[in-house]
Each structure stands twice: as structure tokens, then as C-alpha cells.
């Protein structure tokens, strides 16, 4: 019923930025048209964390590790959130995932590397 897709990993030095984009699509947009997007993260050797999310009123939220670094924002009209990475830090090297949240569906998108050399 929602399929979620992410782009825009990459490899970047420390200091620069990345954006992220993820898209949710599916039938569930018929009966709900507004969401909770998450992006989560994880680095090998440990457990995955969410470091930002968007509610349906645009509410944010993010980790104390990201703060003030990262911005997620949403486009609702075409279902899509970004996350913009800025003065990132090799401690930020990880899979982001997307996690989009509907009613009683959810979905998470297959990953996109982010790794940041020193």
C-alpha cells in the first residue's frame, strides 16, 4: 500500500554537506494524505537510531547529535522529504533510512550510504 524510496547518499569530506530525499508512494495516499516521516541511521556495529522526523502539522524533531546540522522539511504536495546534512562529521557515516508512517501502515525504504571522511 506505500512503497518509500531514498536518494542522495553519497561520499563527502568532513565539513561539507549531503541532501537526502525521500518519496512514499501508494494507494494509502487516497485515504491519507499527510504523514510522519523519520529518517533513522545506522552505522555498522550498532543499533539503529532515528535522528529527525516530521509530523503531519510539520512539527520537527531531531536528535541532540544533529541539532542545529540537519533541517528535514517536507513538499506535501508531491509526499516527499528532504534532510539536509550540513557541517557533517565522520561520526555520521551510516545507512539512512526513511521511515514514512500513515494510519495503520508504515514502510521503510531500503537505504542510502552517507559517508563522511576526515
Known amino acids: 500500500q506505500v512503497q518509500v524510496v531514498e536518494s542522495g547518499g553519497g561520499l563527502v569530506q568532513a565539513g561539507g554537506s549531503l541532501r537526502l530525499s525521500c518519496t512514499a508512494s501508494g494507494s494509502i495516499f487516497s485515504i491519507y494524505t499527510m504523514g510522519w516521516y523519520g529518517w533513522y541511521r545506522q552505522a555498522p556495529g550498532k543499533q539503529r537510531e532515528l535522528v529527525a522526523s516530521?509530523?503531519?502539522?510539520?512539527?520537527?524533531n531531531y536528535a541532540d547529535s544533529v541539532k542545529g546540522r540537519f533541517t528535514i522539511s517536507r513538499d506535501t504536495a508531491k509526499n516527499m522529504v528532504s534532510l539536509q546534512m550540513d557541517t557533517l562529521k565522520p561520526e555520521d557515516t551510516a545507512v539512512y533510512y526513511c521511515?514514512?508512517?500513515?494510519?495503520?501502515?508504515?514502510?521503510w525504504g531500503q537505504g542510502t550510504q552517507v559517508t563522511v571522511s576526515s
Open positions: 516530521i509530523g503531519s502539522t510539520g512539527r520537527t
Open positions: 521511515k514514512f508512517v500513515a494510519g495503520p501502515y508504515d514502510a
